[in-house]
């Protein structure tokens, strides 16, 4: 199933990297290893229009700024 959806996915991701505005949050997520559970995290990135908004989900495995800055990349708020 995500082979399938890949493609949706990648869509959704490039229209909240082109809107003019991203909201983004993160909750933490348990991840649970045969040994312990591990808090990792689920990125909400939101793009900023009332009209046609929507919510693409991101995970990493800690709250650094690695993952929102891998994902908001090609970002460019100017556009």
């Not at 591990?38 to 990135?45: E, P």
């Not at 495995?61 to 970002?75: Q, V």
């Amino acid at each position: 199933m995500a082979d399938f959806v890949e493609p949706l996915y990648q869509l959704m991701a490039e229209r909240v990297r082109a809107s003019h505005v991203v909201a983004t949050d993160d909750t933490i997520m348990p991840l649970q290893s045969k040994e312990k559970v591990a808090n990792t995290r689920m990125w909400v990135l939101r793009r900023g229009r009332r009209r046609n908004s929507y919510n693409v989900f991101d995970f990493t495995m800690d709250r650094g700024r690695d993952g929102p800055r891998r994902f908001l990349k090609d970002y460019n708020r100017f556009c």
